[in-house]
């Protein structure tokens, strides 16, 4: 087999994970001296931290002064089981899931709280009509699926006037996609994601009408603790005010502080939502230029920007799951692409993470690796035969 030529230009930085995500530009442990580490979070500098951060996650995305933002245990898993489990049973439920996480919150609303819910299903590559979606009822979706690279195009289908509560795992599209908070009630997401923070801490953002189902409902079933917003029927608002239900990580938090300020130097979520964009768009280009390689997207108003999912669609492939493993394999080895392989539960291929800490440069300089990758892997598919 000839050996291909490698191309010339590598990305600076090959990491395209979807999650821990890639550290802001030019990042640095330097940057987290400030971290008050060995104090207690409850003292007057841990909880000023605390603060700050809320108050910066509120002016960066805009959050309404009116909505509670509160930092919780268990990143965005635990996030959206403390909304599902305190909030659910007071109305019927509708859950909408076009990926694996998704799938997840129908397991755990229908077979743990046991809620006779509604569930509305489409496969990978597809997303459940919201024209068809009862917004009477509480609706739990997410907005970005992740493993599956489709988003919600826009809220214009949710209605302002709706009965029921809207919970929105956004965990890959908070700070890179546009939320409407008007028409969102409960909306979770992790800080590892589009602003490559750390791990293991999780935010839930709250409408009014949240806090007032809160404050109005017990559900059947006992609640630990670490999901109890609520004490003698009034919300705890200090879980909101930075008061965590248990010790977080200050490093992790200084880490997180950081993010919101370079988010902040480049324009707030405008400049974070641009950048991924500007990456989506590289990718997405490439792939119309090559017959080979397709978004798992199948309708490019769906079409994610941060998790972009491809499939590769080149009859000489008869092995799809073994070829982009292989592919993937290959780009890790050269050093230009880290964790790029397809999620475990979605169909094989590769996802690329094109999040606002991306730089566009590294993603174009990886498509011609992606192409080099490629056609290395069908020589040895030829070779073989």
Same mark, same amino acid.
């Given at each position: 087999m000839?050996?291909?030529?490698?191309?010339?230009?590598r990305?600076?930085?090959?990491?395209? /994970?979807?999650?821990?995500?890639?550290?802001?530009?030019?990042?640095?442990?330097?940057?987290?001296?400030?971290?008050?580490? @060995?104090?207690?979070?409850?003292?007057?500098?841990?909880? /000023?931290k605390?603060?700050?951060?809320?108050?910066?996650?509120?002016?960066? +995305? @805009?959050?309404?002064?009116?909505y509670?933002i509160?930092?919780?245990?268990?990143?965005?898993?635990?996030?959206?089981?403390?909304?599902?489990?305190?909030l659910?049973?007071?109305?019927?439920?509708?859950?909408?899931?076009?990926?694996?996480?998704g799938?997840?919150?129908?397991?755990?609303?229908?077979?743990?709280?046991k809620?006779?819910?509604?569930?509305k299903?489409?496969?990978y590559?597809?997303?459940?009509?919201?024209?068809?979606?009862?917004?009477?009822?509480?609706?739990?979706?997410?907005?970005?699926?992740?493993?599956?690279?489709?988003?919600? &195009?826009?809220?214009?289908?949710?209605?302002?006037?709706?009965?029921g509560?809207?919970?929105?795992?956004?965990?890959?599209?908070?700070?890179?996609?546009?939320?409407?908070?008007?028409?969102?009630?409960?909306?979770?997401?992790?800080?590892?994601?589009?602003l490559?923070?750390?791990?293991?801490? @999780?935010?839930?953002?709250?409408?009014?009408r949240?806090? %007032?189902?809160?404050? /109005?409902?017990?559900?059947?079933?006992p609640?630990?603790?670490?999901?109890?917003?609520?004490?003698?029927?009034? *919300?705890?608002?200090?879980?909101?005010?930075?008061e965590?239900?248990?010790?977080? /990580?200050?490093?992790?938090?200084?880490?997180?502080?950081?993010?919101?300020?370079?988010?902040?130097? *480049?324009?707030?979520?405008?400049?974070?939502?641009?950048?991924? %964009?500007?990456?989506a768009?590289?990718?997405?280009?490439?792939?119309?230029?090559?017959?080979? +390689?397709?978004?798992?997207a %199948?309708?490019?108003?769906?079409?994610?920007?941060?998790?972009?999912?491809?499939?590769?669609?080149?009859?000489?492939?008869?092995?799809? &799951?073994?070829f982009?493993? &292989?592919?993937?394999?290959?780009? %890790?080895?050269?050093?230009?692409? +880290?964790?790029?392989?397809?999620?475990?539960?979605a169909?094989?291929?590769?996802?690329?993470?094109?999040?606002?800490?991306?730089?566009?440069?590294?993603?174009?300089? *990886?498509?011609?690796?992606?192409?080099?990758?490629f056609?290395?892997?069908?020589?040895?598919?030829?070779?073989?035969?």
């Amino acid at each position: 087999m000839t050996a291909l030529a490698t191309p010339a230009t590598r990305p600076a930085n090959p990491r395209f /994970s979807s999650g821990p995500c890639a550290k802001i530009p030019q990042f640095s442990l330097d940057m987290l001296a400030d971290a008050p580490l @060995g104090r207690s979070h409850r003292a007057a500098v841990g909880k /000023s931290k605390l603060a700050e951060a809320i108050d910066l996650t509120r002016e960066v +995305l @805009g959050v309404p002064a009116d909505y509670r933002i509160g930092i919780v245990p268990g990143s965005d898993t635990g996030a959206v089981e403390m909304a599902l489990w305190s909030l659910l049973g007071a109305r019927p439920v509708e859950m909408l899931a076009w990926e694996s996480f998704g799938e997840g919150w129908v397991t755990d609303v229908v077979k743990q709280l046991k809620i006779d819910a509604l569930v509305k299903k489409a496969p990978y590559g597809q997303i459940v009509d919201f024209a068809t979606v009862d917004f009477d009822k509480d609706v739990v979706f997410t907005w970005n699926g992740t493993t599956s690279g489709v988003r919600v &195009a826009n809220g214009d289908l949710i209605p302002a006037d709706r009965q029921g509560l809207t919970i929105c795992d956004a965990t890959s599209a908070a700070f890179a996609m546009d939320l409407p908070w008007d028409k969102l009630d409960v909306v979770t997401f992790s800080w590892q994601k589009v602003l490559g923070g750390e791990g293991a801490h @999780g935010m839930l953002i709250l409408s009014p009408r949240a806090v %007032e189902r809160l404050e /109005s409902y017990t559900p059947a079933w006992p609640l630990p603790k670490i999901f109890r917003m609520t004490k003698g029927g009034k *919300l705890i608002e200090g879980i909101f005010k930075g008061e965590t239900i248990n010790t977080p /990580s200050m490093l992790a938090v200084e880490d997180y502080l950081v993010a919101l300020k370079w988010a902040q130097s *480049l324009g707030g979520q405008a400049g974070l939502i641009a950048r991924a %964009e500007a990456n989506a768009k590289t990718v997405w280009d490439f792939c119309a230029q090559k017959p080979w +390689l397709a978004n798992l997207a %199948e309708d490019a108003a769906h079409a994610s920007t941060t998790s972009v999912c491809l499939k590769f669609v080149d009859a000489r492939i008869t092995d799809g &799951a073994a070829f982009a493993k &292989a592919v993937a394999k290959r780009l %890790e080895k050269e050093g230009v692409a +880290l964790d790029v392989g397809a999620y475990r539960d979605a169909p094989a291929g590769l996802r690329i993470w094109c999040g606002s800490t991306v730089e566009t440069a590294d993603v174009a300089a *990886l498509m011609p690796w992606l192409e080099w990758a490629f056609e290395a892997e069908i020589a040895a598919l030829a070779q073989a035969a």
